[in-house]
Structure formats: structure tokens, C-alpha cells
């Protein structure tokens, strides 16, 4: 064989893909981060005949370059700009609340399990509102590296590894910066409010779950 752990990898997917779609959620298998974005630009946004766009942040996203399609003055949709440089800290968090209304909100996840339930922990809760209530329609972009066995493993992964990673990204004064470790801090700083477990999409095919045969995103 080839390549046996993309092989390998592309059996996960397909499980994984069944099963989101087994729990209601619209779900895609592609092989690389450029043809996620590829089918969110040319497939998913065109049918969903949206007018206003906006995104949360994720590093999936920029990866795939969606993030810089969106941020394009020519990308032919309304973008709602969250994160767009130099803008007040009052303004950020009013475009927050704006892209709840959005009529597509794409974002990254930080944990899929086997069963096919997302599991997602947020700093400010925006994008886990917007997951769970608000905008028409959400596309969600996923590396291989997101899927775990099961609840258990997913808040693992998320406590341990993806928000230490993030808080240093972020360059955040928590303790998790130091020791690389979930300290269940009460610091300001503190990017761990919000958990949000979404087993089913509701309404049916709302929510659609990009699953990329890559490691990307954190």
C-alpha cells in the first residue's frame, strides 16, 4: 500500500463522516486543507445562498485559507469581521453579537468524538452560541487530528492540549502557559468558560462538518 496512514485515516473519516450524518449534521471528507476551503468557496457558501457571512476564530480556518477569502474585499458575500485588526474592543464584541445573525458561520471545533458529537470550550461563548443558536446555517472545518474515541477524550484533549496551546497563541497569563497543563484557574485571562456538546444538529443538515484527512488547527 502506498500511503497506509492516509489510507488509514480516510476508513476513520468515513466512519466519523456516517455518523455526524446519522445524528442530523450535513458532513464532507476531503484530503487536504486547501480542498476544504475549496469546498466551502465553490460548494457549501454558493448553495446556501447567503448574503451575509461571518467566522469565529480558528486556526482551521486560516489554514485553509478560508480566513483570507473572507477578509478579501471581492468575495462576493457581507463579511462580518470579528477579528479585523485595529478595531476597539467595543466594536469587536458588537460584531460578536452581529454574527450571531449571520445568514453562515464558519468556525473550527475542538473535538469530534467517534459517535459523531462535537464538543467545543470557549473563552467569551460566542462561537459556541453561534454553533448552538443564531445564524441560518454553520460550516465547521475539521483536521483528523480533532477526532477522539469519545466524550472523555475530547475535554482531555481540549483541557490539556488545545487550550494550553491556544492560551500561549493567544499569549494569555494563565497558568497553563507555564506548566503546559490544565491548572482550572480562576485567572482574568482565563480561556475556559464555556462548554458546549452538540450531539445532534437541529434542524437537520444546519450544521455541516468539513472533515480534512490532515493534522491542522489546534
Not at 500511503?3 to 487536504?32: G, S
Not at 478579501?72 to 474592543?89: S, T
Request: proline share 5%; glycine share 6%; net charge positive.
Amino acid at each position: 500500500m502506498k500511503d497506509p496512514l492516509q489510507h488509514y485515516w480516510q476508513l476513520r473519516l468515513q466512519e466519523v463522516k456516517e455518523r455526524l450524518i446519522a445524528n442530523n449534521f450535513a458532513a464532507v471528507v476531503v484530503e487536504t486543507a486547501a480542498a476544504a476551503g475549496r469546498v466551502v468557496r465553490e460548494d457549501i457558501l454558493p448553495a446556501s445562498a447567503a448574503r451575509v457571512v461571518s467566522y469565529g476564530g480558528s486556526m482551521t480556518l486560516k489554514h485553509t485559507g478560508l480566513h483570507d477569502f473572507l477578509n478579501r474585499a471581492d468575495c462576493g458575500y457581507e463579511v462580518i469581521r470579528p477579528d479585523e485588526p485595529e478595531i476597539p474592543a467595543g466594536e469587536k464584541f458588537e460584531r460578536r453579537r452581529r454574527a450571531l445573525l449571520a445568514d453562515v458561520y464558519c468556525s473550527g471545533v475542538n473535538a469530534v468524538t467517534e459517535a459523531g458529537h462535537l464538543v467545543n470550550l470557549d473563552m467569551i461563548g460566542n462561537r459556541v452560541a453561534a454553533i448552538t443558536f443564531g445564524p441560518k446555517a454553520v460550516v465547521l472545518l475539521v483536521g483528523r487530528n480533532k477526532i477522539v474515541p469519545d466524550l472523555e477524550a475530547a475535554m482531555l484533549r481540549i483541557k490539556n492540549y488545545a487550550a494550553p496551546a491556544n492560551a500561549m497563541r493567544l499569549d494569555c497569563r494563565t497558568p497553563c502557559v507555564e506548566t503546559a497543563r490544565c491548572a482550572d484557574c480562576r485567572s482574568p485571562g482565563r480561556i475556559c468558560n464555556s462548554w458546549v456538546i452538540t450531539e445532534r444538529s437541529y434542524p437537520k443538515g444546519r450544521i455541516t462538518v468539513v472533515l480534512i484527512n490532515a493534522d491542522i488547527g489546534l
